[in-house]
């Protein structure tokens, strides 16, 4: 079936430095990319959606120069969290659809720690 | 505003038993609702879904209900089992302005199943 690989799968980095998560569809071509968020013990919150060749669309209360996110290719998105801060430790999830309108495919997820 | 609304969220079931998910939505938009099973720092993976012209979709152990009127969908599980404990996101897909549709998740229902 369809995987979407996420790395790093966790990372811990210090205040003030930027990181950088990929998603990259492995056999198949993503057009589109979800981005979430999940804080402990809480729901998915989507951050925006990336679209190949186009700029990336945020939800409300995301600040786009924080969290800049890039879809250079069909296969590959990133999610690059700049001048990290201890708020911004979180578990971050990928997800492109595929296949019909109705498919989804999610990444591992990203265990950020900010120290 | 929470679209998409687990009220419970944890529930223990004895093994062998039903175990039975609830999940309550706000948004008439949405007709497609799906059903996602996730462990601790793994992305969700897909359980099942259900188009809102159904009510009803079974696979194996698993059957979702969905009540429109009421706008409410559950999941049911049986028999269940220790393998099935995790959280347990509802997630709910409706017409979006861009070419693919988003999700919108509920908070989860952790399941443990006892043996």
């Known amino acids: 079936g369809a995987v979407v690989s996420q790395h790093p799968s966790w990372v811990i980095c210090k205040s003030g430095t930027s990181v950088k998560i990929e998603c990259r569809s492995l056999d198949f071509q993503a057009t589109t990319m979800f981005w979430y968020r999940q804080f402990p013990k809480q729901s998915l919150m989507l951050m925006a959606t990336?679209?190949?060749?186009?700029?990336?669309?945020?939800e409300q209360g995301v600040e786009k120069d924080k969290f800049l996110i890039n879809h250079a290719s069909l296969t590959l998105s990133t999610l690059t969290v700049t001048s990290a801060h201890p708020e911004d430790s979180s578990f971050y999830i990928c997800s492109a659809p595929q296949g019909g309108d109705y498919g989804y495919t999610f990444g591992s997820g990203t265990r950020l720690t900010v120290v | 505003d929470q679209q998409v609304k687990q009220n419970s969220p944890s529930l223990s079931v004895q093994e062998g038993r039903i175990s039975i998910l609830n999940c309550d939505y706000t948004?008439?938009?949405?007709?497609?609702f799906l059903w996602y099973k996730k462990y601790p720092a793994e992305g969700p993976t897909f359980l099942i879904s259900?188009?809102?012209?159904?009510d009803k979709n079974e696979d194996g152990r698993f059957t979702v209900f969905l009540n429109k009127s009421a706008k409410h969908l559950s999941l049911h599980i049986v028999p269940s089992q220790p393998g099935d404990s995790a959280v347990y996101f509802c997630a709910a897909s409706g017409i979006s302005s861009g070419s693919a549709r988003q999700l919108t998740f509920g908070s989860g229902t952790q399941l443990t199943v006892l043996p």
């Open positions: 948004n008439s938009m949405f007709d497609y």
């Open positions: 990336s679209n190949e060749g186009s700029k990336a669309t945020y």
């Open positions: 259900i188009s809102s012209i159904k």
